[in-house]
């Protein structure tokens, strides 16, 4: 069987979960291979795309939360999709020969605009018996899924399913495998141990993380933790913001700390950790909960991540500070009753989806052999 994993490079995690679902499929004896799709058809549009991304939820947070909340209304999305169309129509032939040349059984979407692309040239090349598996990385359905012409779409989390319903989607449709995460994710390591693999003390530890881009006011929330009458200790990770990273480095302070930039030890890092401080992305926090680990919410950016917050606070699965609420009550709550803790844990438990990408994976691969 082959199956071609489609991404958008709009933020790393539609990237992430493609190479964690095409990794899969390769181990169990099958043939996937991942495409960065407007890097694939034409780089400098993708170029526009990433850093148009990165530089408006940056920089203009609130103005792509408008945006955001206006593509969620049907007469802005039929606008919009009709522009995008007409971008695919003028785009798609690289991508029709991409499809033709690799003859896929299954293909597989992490990014609704990949999804998108995929139906604009259904007529040419991609037949009735192609199956079509979107994959929606956020706890929420993002604009324009409700678009697309799918046979499955994957969600986080059954609860979502209603508001996929109301959309149009069909309940034989949704999949709510969860958000399918890299297989480390899904491992079970004790605290001891992930210590000492990263050469750390063997003591309460607390991870803050701030997204690939280093968001939020990390030095602030470092400074709350140190004042707290507790004794742990910090890892924080600050991505790829080198700035932030030197400052977090040279900052004083009484408790321990180990500064990361980008990492590939993530997994790791959960697993030595009692609870993690994280903006709300789709993938973050999909790890987190595989990890079993109590959540805390900062810094959303307007538009999914506050969807994604929502979610999660609404049922239960995380705490988020606020003006009002900081990040020092925050954890000072939460490790200071019991009940409180145990709860937490539990609850984190319930979203936990360990086994997403082998669920996923071998859904396709049965759904191919019964074809």
Same mark, same amino acid.
């Given at each position: 069987?082959? #199956?071609?994993?489609?991404? $958008? ?86 991508? $029709? ?35 079509? #598996?979107?994959? #929606? +990385? ?9 678009? +697309? ?102 900052? $004083? ?9 980008? +990492? ?43 969807? *994604? ?36 844990? *539990? ?25």
């Amino acid at each position: 069987m082959k #199956v071609l994993v489609l991404s $958008v490079a709009t933020g790393g995690g539609h990237l992430t979960t493609s190479k964690a679902i095409a990794n899969y499929i390769n181990q169990i004896g099958h043939e996937a291979m991942v495409v960065d799709t407007y890097e694939y058809i034409a780089p400098i549009l993708n170029t526009g795309l990433s850093k148009g991304y990165l530089m408006s939820t940056k920089y203009a947070p609130g103005v792509y939360g408008k945006v955001y909340t206006k593509c969620e209304n049907k007469d802005a999305t039929n606008k919009r999709i009709y522009a995008i169309k007409t971008m695919n129509t003028i785009i798609r032939r690289k991508f $029709v020969k991409l499809i033709k040349d690799y003859k896929p059984d299954a293909i597989v979407c992490s990014h609704v605009m990949a999804a998108q692309l995929v139906d604009s040239v259904r007529p040419m090349c991609v037949g009735d018996d192609v199956l079509t #598996v979107g994959i #929606v +990385t956020d706890f929420t359905l993002h604009p324009y899924w409700e678009d +697309t012409s799918f046979d499955y779409y994957i969600t986080a989390s059954e609860l979502l399913n209603l508001r996929l319903e109301k959309k149009g989607i069909f309940a034989e449709q949704i999949k709510p495998f969860g958000i399918p995460v890299d297989f480390k994710f899904s491992q079970k390591l004790d605290k001891k141990e992930a210590r000492r693999m990263l050469g750390i003390d063997d003591k309460k530890t607390l991870l803050v993380m701030s997204g690939s881009m280093g968001y939020g006011n990390v030095i602030k929330n470092i400074r709350q933790l140190d004042s707290l009458d507790a004794d742990f200790q910090l890892i924080v990770v600050c991505g790829n913001n080198k700035r932030l990273k030197k400052r977090v480095e040279n900052l $004083v302070t009484q408790k321990k700390k180990y500064v990361y930039g980008f +990492t590939d030890k993530v997994d790791i890092m959960m697993s030595a950790s009692e609870c993690i401080v994280t903006k709300p992305g789709g993938l973050t926090v999909s790890e987190a909960l595989a990890k079993e680990l109590p959540i805390i919410l900062m810094n959303p950016i307007p538009g999914q991540e506050d969807r *994604n917050m929502e979610f999660l606070l609404n049922n239960g699965a995380a705490q988020a500070i606020s003006s009002t609420y900081p990040l020092d009550e925050a954890v000072y709550e939460l490790f200071s009753n019991e009940w409180r803790l145990e709860n937490a844990v *539990n609850t984190v438990k319930y979203f936990s989806k360990p086994n997403a990408t082998k669920d996923l994976c071998e859904f396709i691969i049965n759904e191919l052999t019964e074809k």
